[in-house]
């Protein structure tokens, strides 16, 4: 292969709104990838777009922090799609960390607040309405041999768990044809 670098370019469709002034940060192994503050009381629709350069054969875990300046009933933060290298990640593989005024979540009753968990931690998919981190994880490579000595060199816990891990390629042609842009 002629590019021995795996420089990908990222586009991720968003929306969000709030009733507050909120910011949105993106960070790809814990270095910050793009940040913007939004005005509330407006709704967002906008396509973040940066390149990163990944290491061949690794698991990487892309977050998004969602944060506002004050805690309000009307706040939303919706990822459309997250295609690295024209390949799509599965948006219904994430790990959510909401933050929840305790305050407030102290004075629901039992029904409210299994409520509220089942849509927090079950039936969230792409769409979050609290403050928190959102992360996603995916191994990057040239090509499906990558794939193969990643499961020879690692011990991962997911392959214990039987959950299926995003891959993406240089070699798009190395990944299944439902995880491609069209």
């Known amino acids: 292969m002629t590019n021995s670098k795996l420089i990908f370019k990222h586009e991720i469709p968003i929306e969000l709104s709030a009733e507050c002034n909120v910011s949105l940060e993106v960070l790809i192994n814990g270095k910050l990838m793009w940040k913007k503050n939004y005005d509330g009381n407006v709704k967002h629709n906008e396509v973040i777009a940066f390149e990163n350069e990944y290491t061949d054969a690794k698991k990487n875990k892309l977050t998004f ?104 390629y240089l070699d798009q042609s190395s990944n299944q044809i439902h995880n491609k842009i069209k």
């Open 65 to 168: 922090l969602f944060s506002g300046n004050k805690e309000v009933e009307k706040k939303h933060f919706k990822i459309s799609q997250i295609a690295i290298n024209k390949q799509i990640l599965n948006l219904y593989n994430a790990e959510y960390f909401p933050v929840i005024n305790q305050e407030w979540w102290q004075q629901l009753n039992s029904d409210e607040k299994a409520q509220h968990q089942e849509t927090i931690y079950g039936k969230t998919g792409s769409e979050y309405g609290w403050y928190g981190e959102i992360n996603f994880y995916y191994c990057a490579g040239f090509d499906y041999r990558s794939h193969l000595r990643y499961n020879q060199d690692t011990t991962d816990e997911t392959k214990l768990l039987g959950e299926k891990i995003n891959w993406v």
